[in-house]
């Protein structure tokens, strides 16, 4: 992600718009050539005008910092706190923190034997367990189902056996967090093991 809004990205959703920088400029009420400053990278926008210029491109200001339509839940991102066991998900890439600490996305991986992942589908559901011990140091904190219209997530405790049942809502991902190894993520489909 860009530390702030890059000439390129306004450009880009600007011309997605098919507005030109002089009716984008009367949206803002600034000149044309401030927008031109803008897109060739001789200036940045203030940040009192960010709101304003994410209305103008239609789009909201995480988009306006990334550059992306965040729209497709595919695209979700987990954060975990290490301190409280906070777990945050976002629809893209972005700055989050917890107890102080900025927390990094996860980066997940296919299942190895030891987070073996094994969903059945059942009534309309995948029923969705793991062979993996549940202790206060070493558990499953987490499943959760991601498709492009929604994500179901459900948190787990020590004392919870790693099972539970999602939603069957088309293709996707499941995901499923160990607090000691990290984030697995397997592709959903209809018909699983």
């Keep these: 992600m860009n530390p702030y809004v890059t000439g390129q990205t306004i450009q880009m959703l ?36 960010l709101e304003p210029l994410a209305k ?16 497709n839940m595919l695209k979700t991102r987990f954060y975990v706190c290490p301190v409280c066991g906070n777990v945050i998900s976002a629809a893209g890439e972005g700055a989050f923190h917890c107890c102080g600490i900025l927390l990094p996305p996860l980066e997940p991986e296919e299942p190895d034997t030891a987070h073996d992942i094994i969903v059945t589908p059942m009534d309309g559901e995948y029923y969705v367990r793991m062979a993996h011990p549940m202790t206060k140091r070493h558990f ?12 179901t997530l459900v948190k787990l405790y020590p004392e919870q056996e790693p099972e539970t049942r999602l939603p ?22 209809r018909e699983q093991r």
Excluded at 56 to 71: K, M, Y
Excluded at 142 to 151: G, N, Y
Aim: glycine share 8%.
């Design 14 to 49: 600007r011309e997605k718009r098919r507005m030109t920088q002089k009716q984008l400029a009367d949206l803002l009420y600034i000149s044309d050539k401030t927008v031109s400053k803008w897109e060739t990278g001789k200036g940045l926008p203030d940040i009192m005008l």
């Design 56 to 71: 103008a491109l239609h789009v909201s200001v995480p988009e306006l910092f990334s550059g992306n339509r965040t729209g």
């Design 168 to 189: 069957a809502k088309g293709r996707g991902w499941l995901y499923a967090y160990c607090n000691q190894h990290g984030l697995f993520r397997l592709p959903l489909r």
């Design 140 to 151: 499953i904190s987490f499943f959760a189902a991601v498709t492009a219209e929604r994500v």
